[in-house]
């Protein structure tokens, strides 16, 4: 193992190699984080989509059955919580 160290035309593609695995690993980290934080401000949006159209049905149905209007697609659009980050 010695050896490695002090010969240059084994310790240099060795130690290119290693920096190279850092450095890639470092990359993909960094990518795949990026991605998890996008995929979530899309699956937030998407709750909160989900919840405005729930209101409206509920809307719909209250008014259907002659209920008073209950404005349940505000309630629901503006009772969905974020994920705040810590």
Do not use: W
Not at 5 to 21: D, E
Not at 53 to 63: C, K, T, V
């Amino acid at each position: 193992m010695a050896q490695v160290f002090r010969n240059p035309q084994i310790f240099f593609p060795i130690a290119v190699n290693l920096l190279g695995l850092g450095a890639s690993t470092f990359y993909l980290r960094s990518y795949h984080i990026y991605n998890l934080e996008e995929q979530e401000a899309r699956l937030d949006e998407i709750e909160g989509t989900l919840r405005g159209h729930i209101g409206l049905i509920e809307d719909a149905l209250d008014r259907i059955e002659g209920k008073p209007d209950g404005k349940k697609q505000d309630e629901l659009y503006g009772a969905r919580g974020k994920d705040e980050k810590e």
